[in-house]
């Protein structure tokens, strides 16, 4: 078994629902190496912070070249599993989402995120025409040689308003994830998602692993491992504090 296999191998059996496992967002290879040294089990990028870190805004208006030149600065900083966020696939249909996919892992990644909203608008893509793009991924990445993690990110609870978070947008989550997961995805990220009785009903009707995003409204990590959450992202979070951090002291040393 080769060191990739071996680390999405080590990645894979990390998503354990009732033991999270938190990733604390990284954005290049600098914030990689703090937080393995903080003793993280996997990481992951955001693609809002590698965008904002390389002063681009968010929705794959990244050159995906440029991510990709990061992801391989983050794998040579690290012995951990690394997983990209790709955002929607970066491919205008299934076949350049293979293309990207594959591009991927050869940098060294051993896992994704591909949310199904459209970059552009933010309104979301059809279950069907997501369910082909991660098909296309799984093909891509099992054509590698290494059990590569697809993470599919619905944004249901992202473009709804939180007073409509309610057991219909669940189930409507829950069936994306039956089609992402008959197409071949591993886990089922549902960000914006933070009510404990929605979390719990996922959780327990989810045919994959079930990731949600921390956030001041969402439940700590040990209530989430109560409700059976097998992953934790923090997302944006750690570039926004780290960047209020530096902001403040620079204020504080320039007087």
Known sequence: ??????????????????????????????????VAAAGAK???????????AHGFD?????????????????????????????ESGYGTDPA???????RAVAAGAVGCNIEDSLPAAGSLRDPADQAARIAAARTAADGSGVRFFVNARTDLFLVTPPD????????????RGVRY???GADGLFVPGLTDERLIAR?????PLPVNVMM?????????????GVARASHGPGPYRRAMKFLEDAAREAMG
């Open 164 to 175: 409509r978070h309610d057991e219909a947008l669940a189930d409507a989550a829950l069936e």
């Open 215 to 227: 956030s001041p409204t969402a439940p700590p990590p040990a209530r989430l491992a109560e409700l």
């Open 42 to 52: 996997a990481l992951a990028t955001g693609s809002w912070s590698v965008a904002a």
């Open 96 to 102: 350049g989402v293979g293309e990207a996919i594959g």
């Open 58 to 86: 968010d929705g794959e208006k990244l050159p995906f070249e440029l991510a990709l030149s990061n992801l391989e600065r983050i794998v040579r900083a690290t012995d951990l599993p690394v997983s990209i966020d790709l």
């Open 1 to 34: 078994m080769t060191d990739r296999a071996r680390l999405a191998e080590t990645f894979r059996a990390l998503h354990v629902p009732g033991r999270p496992l938190i990733l604390f967002n990284v954005w290049d290879a600098g914030s990689a190496k703090a």
């Open 202 to 206: 996922v959780t327990a009707a989810a």
């Open 181 to 183: 997961a008959a197409a």
